[in-house]
């Protein structure tokens, strides 16, 4: 299943290209503004990304800007009210792979992300890093550092870490934990995924007994919100 982010401040219109999108078999995630739209498509894995260019907190220009400076090459298709050529040719030379402008037809849109999700091609510049409240994770350095301070954490918990915030917003099950994390060859038990949340989350947490990145999922696993 194709992953996208639609960054979009709209709520009708949101709902709507979710909605729609998930009938085709989509898997769609949204952020509301252009800062928090920013940091997920720059620490996730998205197949594509729906940017719209008006957004509060960062324009969809600056977003696409940011976004190609730190070499993340996934596909945007930006949305704009605006019809002016001008803000075609900006989005389109700041890295856009296309650009629909509003109202538009339905089946236009998905035509045209049907089209970028046939071309696309594999990323090869994985995001380097990631933010969440005032931690600092720098993911080809293996450091992590809260308000500028090195926390000591261990391999296995970086590594943890890593594929919790690889895998933002999904629910991730103990056993999928050992299968990534730990290795298909490995012995552990379940409660061995239990005890590294813990120790995880006594370093990144600010308060770890009311956890509120690394979340607790009764009867399933665990889910990341940082």
Request: net charge neutral; charged share 25%; hydrophobic share 40%.
């Amino acid at each position: 299943m194709k992953r996208l982010l639609l960054i979009e401040d709209e709520p009708g219109l949101v709902l709507t290209l979710t909605d729609r999108l998930s009938a085709e078999g989509y898997a769609v995630e949204s952020s509301a503004d252009g800062e928090s739209g920013l940091e997920r498509a720059a620490a996730e894995r998205f197949d594509l990304v729906i940017l719209d260019v008006m957004l509060p907190r960062l324009s969809g220009f600056d977003v696409l800007r940011d976004l190609r400076k730190r070499n993340v090459d996934t596909p945007v298709i930006m949305l704009t009210a605006r019809g002016q050529v001008v803000d075609k040719v900006v989005g389109l030379k700041l890295g856009a792979d296309d650009y629909v402008t509003k109202p538009f037809e339905m089946a236009e849109l998905l035509a045209r992300v049907e089209a970028k999700l046939r071309r696309a091609p594999v990323s090869t510049h994985p995001a380097e890093g990631h933010q969440f409240g005032d931690i600092q994770v720098d993911f080809r350095r293996a450091e992590v550092t809260r308000a500028g301070v090195a926390l000591e954490l261990s391999a296995r918990e970086f590594q943890l870490l890593r594929y919790f915030i690889q895998h933002r917003g999904a629910t991730l099950t103990r056993e999928e934990l050992l299968n990534e994390v730990w290795g298909y060859n490995a012995m552990p038990s379940t409660r061995t995924v239990d005890v590294h949340v813990a120790w995880l989350r006594q370093k990144i947490e600010p308060n770890p007994k009311h956890p509120q990145y690394v979340l607790t999922v009764h009867g399933m696993g665990y889910k990341f919100s940082g």
